[in-house]
């Protein structure tokens, strides 16, 4: 994962890229934490919703892994589904903390 190269993809130097980074871990975990509430509670919508959210914010990024994987669930979400996205969900959270410890 090369933050200067997907730094510069946005026009941004590393280090501006990186303290955006750090905004996305926070807002990134709160998602990733609403899509399991969303799983526990039986509540497509919301999962939506916070699947959509964590697509987006990673693919502006371009962190397409994570994106992929929240646009799967999102589908699923849309099609009344509630679970079968285990695998999706335990690479977000990997991704996330491989992302997280980069930036420390």
Known sequence: MDF?????????EEDEFIEIVELFI???HKDFERIQAAVNNNNPQELVESSHSLKGAAGNLGFSEISKCAEFIEKKGRNGEIDGFDLQLSDIKKR???IKIKIV
């Open 4 to 12: 200067k190269s997907l730094g510069e993809n946005l026009g941004l």
């Open 26 to 28: 926070d807002t990134a």
């Open 96 to 98: 996330l903390e491989e």
